[in-house]
């Protein structure tokens, strides 16, 4: 028997709605590209949002074709994020950081039809689309009178003439909610990037789950300033999430150094900020050199990359915020885990709390999890057992986009690529990560890809890169190159190489000469026992 409830999909036009009808005078507030704050509500960007999905209509682009944005976080990219996915389009959100060849590669392999940038990505969007080859208009996300006459560039509008054409009326379609909403390539893995493509039901799912309590407790009563990118797994949520609760949203534009972010959150009455360690670091930095306190921050959402200790103690004993480490992936829309202490640990002294407090937290409810052995054995919930962490639940990819890499689950669990505990409590912590990957200040660097450069190198014999820990980006590569007989590379030679091949900050810091590089059984370069061997090696300064 079925249950006699109505059947409505979940879908990302119904949260704009929501915001337009429920708390539309909440305050949306933008720092821009060019430098300026822009204020409007929610009910200005549900209105613009429509325009979004009208002027898609107006170029004929089809349902689950995909409009790519190049952009940091703001009220336009906010709009985009409904009119494109609400109208049955799919939102591809392009990480600007990336090389000009890399932004090419994906653009091309999603395919993207429509293409939205930040005016200051002009100087990207020159050196890269000619070769977008599925590109047919691009959309500069400034007024009118703002667009280059010059450009070059076939196709470029403004936003603003775009959708100020379309009108603010707009019937959403009663998509299937399990529809493309949106995507979001990861390079996390080895290989080419590959794309999560979230559905409307898995977003808004991920919507709710991100505004529990025990995740990142999201109400009407808060000011949001996301510093995660948008380009980076939707801003961890936080736009649909706020849209759905009413929070007051801040969006800091491009300019995320620790001044700037402090005058916003001071200027802007943030409650609750959420981004990658190194953001923090540079916050953390900013407030003691200026003596500065924050008069109403609460709590500060970090992931991404690990959490030092020491910034979550800075955090909590100098400026009475609460900092809530959390888990994710990419894959995973993002958040898995978020760390907030039980009831019953709310009596235990504050050092043993902090034990706790270090650890990425326990997962919230729609994410299921386990560790195992090497051999697929679920191994205890002990806090000392330490195996391959496995997840799987609705907003988890079931397969990347156009089934690249082939089926990435393991009996319908999705392997992270990390290594940890859970203990009793349900806490995990990250020990490790089992994939070959570099992240430093929050973004990936593919180990395989700056060995495959060296590699091209007419005096390198074999190349393995490596993380070391980094004060404030957290990793950062090294390069360990066996010369090939007879042959004497120097340091400024191999770094040359890099030039133009890949994005300065992927450029390793250094590199090192051995005679031999430890090989497996199989052949396989054995990084774990060159991460030991260089752990101490100390990078130079500039890095
Ligand atoms: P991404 O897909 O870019 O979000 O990266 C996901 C990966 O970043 C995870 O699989 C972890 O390796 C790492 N990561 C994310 N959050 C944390 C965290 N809080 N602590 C340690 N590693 C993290």
Known sequence: MLGLMQDQGLLISSLIEFADRNHGDAPIVSRRVEGDIHRYTYRDAAGRARRVANALDADAIEQGERVATLAWNGYRHFELYFGVSGS???????????????????????????????????????????????????????????????????????????????????????????????????????????????????????????????????????????????????????????????????FPGGALDGKSVYELIESEGVT????????????????????????????????????????????KEQYGVAVLHAWGMTEMSPLGTVCNLKGKQLALPPDEQMKTLVKQGRAIYGVDMKIVDPEGRELPWDGQASGDLLVKGPWIISSYFKGEGGDPLRDGWFPTGDVATIDADGFLQITDRSKDVIKSGGEWISSIDIENIAMAHPAVAMAACIAVPHPKWDERPLLVVMPKPGTHPDRADILRFYEGRVAKWQVPDDVVFVDAIPLGATGKMQKMKLREQFRDHVLPAAG
Request: aromatic letters at 8%.
């Open 272 to 315: 609750l900020a959420a981004g990658v360690p190194t953001v923090w670091l540079g916050l953390l930095n900013h407030m003691a050199q200026a003596g500065a306190r924050f008069s109403t921050l609460q709590r500060t959402v970090i992931g991404g990359s690990a959490c030092p200790p020491a910034m979550i103690h800075t955090f």
């Open 88 to 250: 049955g389009r799919v939102l591809h959100t392009l990480n600007p950081r990336l090389a000009p060849d890399q932004v090419v590669w994906i653009a091309n392999h999603a395919e993207d039809r429509v293409l939205c940038f930040d005016m200051s990505f002009l100087p990207l969007v020159k050196a890269v689309w000619q070769r977008c080859t599925t590109v047919r208009k691009w959309v500069a996300l400034c007024e009118a009178d703002a667009l280059p006459a010059d450009s070059g560039i076939d196709g470029l509008v403004s936003y603003e003439a775009w959708i100020g054409a379309a009108s603010d009326r707009y019937t959403w379609p009663a998509l299937d909610e399990r529809t493309a909403a949106s995507l979001c390539y990861t390079s996390g893995t080895t290989g080419n990037p590959k794309g999560a493509l979230y559905s409307h039901r898995s977003t808004v799912l991920h919507a709710f789950a991100a505004a529990l309590p025990d995740a990142m407790s999201l109400s009407a009563r808060d000011s949001v300033l996301p510093v995660v990118p948008m380009f980076h797994v939707n801003a961890w949520g936080t736009p649909y999430a706020a849209a759905m609760t009413g929070a007051k949203l801040v």
